[in-house]
């Protein structure tokens, strides 16, 4: 049996930094800017954005109702 590795804080970071830049993307999709989706992509809920985008809600309003 192969002992376990520990993941390493830099795998850690590197993980981290793709789930970030997943949020961010998927908040894009929804029509925020980059700068507004890089900003808050750790801190909302993209399924909050997408319901208030797919009820009429601008992308920005969407964000600002759920930060």
């Known amino acids: 049996m192969e002992p376990m ?7 850690d970071d590197d993980e981290e930094l793709l789930v970030h830049e997943w949020r961010a993307e998927q908040l894009r999709r929804l029509g925020v800017r980059r700068t507004f989706a ?24 969407a964000l600002e109702i759920v930060r």
């Open 38 to 61: 890089d900003a808050f992509a750790g801190i909302v809920d993209r399924h909050e954005i997408a319901d208030l985008v797919a009820r009429g809600c601008s992308p920005e309003l």
């Open 5 to 11: 590795l520990m993941p390493t804080a830099e795998q």
